[in-house]
C-alpha cells in the first residue's frame, strides 16, 4: 500500500490478513504481525485509506498521556489513602474523562446509563480494548475484574490496583471463589462492579460466549446486572479494529495503533437492567449475552 487513496472491491491479502474492504472487515486467515494488521485498519468500508495523525501529534498525545499519568500516581499515592468514597469516585470519573480527551476518543452513549445514585449494580461489557476500562469508567466509575497478569504492567498495573482493581489468575480454578466473595463484598456495600464474561479480548466483529461464573455474586446480593454493548467506529460508522487488543500485539504496539488515529468513535449502548435475583448464573450470563449481541447486530461465536 502507498499514501494515496485507493478503491478496491476484491479481498486484499496482507501477509496472512484478508481485508473485505467492500464491507470494512478483517479477518485472520493466518499468524498476523502487528504491522500487517496496522495496514489492514487503516481502510475504511469503501476500501479507502484513512488519515491517520501526523508525528506531531502522536508524540504531542504521548507526552500528555505520560503527564497524565503521573497525575495520576500523584493523587493515589498522596490523596487517595485519605480521600471519602465520593470524592475519589469523582476523581476517577474526571482522569477517565481527560484520558479520553487526550486520546481523542468520542464516546456516544445510548440507553439509560446507571448514573452514582444507582447501587448494587454489575456492568457486563463486551470487550475489545484496554480502552474498555477507561471509557466505561469515564461514564460510570466500577470496580473491575482484571486478569493476573494487569498488576504486572509498568505505572498502569499499580495504578489500576490503588483503584481497586480486582485481580483473577485464570490458570487456577479455585481463585475464582475468592474474587467473588470480593465481589460479594463490594456489592452488599452498594457498590459497583464491572466484568468482561468473556474472559478475553476480540476484535468487535464478534462475540465471544459469556462465561458465568463470576456472576454468582450477583445473584446473591439480588444486583442489577446492566448489559452495555461497547462499539469502536470510523467516521462513516464502519466498525474500527484500531483500538482491538488482540492476538499478538503488545500493549505498545496496541498504543501505537491508536495514537495513530486522527480521532476514535466508540458508541456506548446500555440495555435494561437484568434482575439477578431468582436466576441461575449461566441463565444470567445468556441473558446478558444475547442483549449485548442484539446491539451490536452480532451472533455468538461459539
Known amino acids: ?26 479477518r485472520c486467515v493466518g499468524k498476523p504481525s502487528p504491522l500487517n494488521l ?13 488519515k491517520s495523525s501526523t508525528y506531531f501529534i502522536r508524540g504531542y498525545r504521548a507526552s500528555r498521556m505520560a503527564v497524565h499519568l ?21 476523581l476517577e470519573r474526571r482522569w477517565n474523562g481527560g484520558l479520553m480527551d487526550i486520546l481523542n476518543v468520542k464516546i456516544r452513549l445510548c440507553g439509560v446509563v446507571p448514573d452514582l445514585s444507582v447501587q448494587n449494580v454489575v456492568l457486563v461489557a463486551n470487550h475489545v480494548s484496554w480502552l474498555d476500562v477507561y ?75 459469556f462465561h458465568s461464573s463470576l456472576l454468582q455474586p450477583a445473584i446473591h446480593s439480588r444486583s442489577q446486572v446492566w448489559p452495555a454493548a461497547i462499539r469502536y467506529t470510523q467516521a462513516d460508522g464502519s466498525l474500527n479494529m484500531a483500538p482491538a487488543y488482540v492476538d ?10 491508536i495514537l495513530r488515529q486522527t480521532v476514535i468513535h466508540v458508541e456506548v449502548e446500555f440495555m435494561p437492567p ?15 449475552e444475547l442483549a449485548i449481541a442484539s446491539a451490536l447486530n452480532l451472533t455468538v461465536s461459539r
Open 1 to 26: 500500500f502507498n499514501r494515496s487513496s485507493i478503491w478496491l472491491s476484491d479481498p486484499v491479502w496482507i501477509d496472512g490478513w484478508e481485508a473485505y474492504l467492500a464491507c470494512g472487515q478483517v
Open 38 to 50: 496496522n495496514r489492514a485498519m487503516f481502510l475504511n468500508k469503501n476500501g479507502i485509506r484513512l
Open 70 to 90: 503521573l497525575y495520576a500516581v500523584a493523587i493515589a499515592a498522596l490523596l487517595f489513602p485519605w480521600l471519602p468514597v465520593k470524592m475519589r469516585t469523582r
Open 135 to 209: 471509557l466505561l469508567s469515564a461514564v460510570r466509575p466500577a470496580r473491575f475484574v482484571s486478569k493476573l497478569e494487569v498488576r504486572s504492567w509498568p505505572v498502569v498495573g499499580w495504578l489500576a490496583t490503588q483503584t481497586g482493581t480486582l485481580f483473577i489468575d485464570r490458570r487456577k480454578r479455585h481463585d475464582t471463589a475468592r474474587v467473588n466473595h470480593e465481589i460479594s463484598a463490594i456489592l452488599n456495600n452498594g457498590g459497583c462492579v464491572a466484568i468482561f464474561p468473556e474472559g478475553t479480548t476480540s476484535n468487535g466483529s464478534l462475540l465471544r460466549p
Open 248 to 257: 499478538e500485539l503488545t500493549f505498545v504496539d496496541s498504543l501505537s495503533l
Open 274 to 288: 437484568i434482575a439477578a435475583h431468582g436466576k441461575a448464573r449461566r441463565e444470567l450470563a445468556r441473558e446478558a
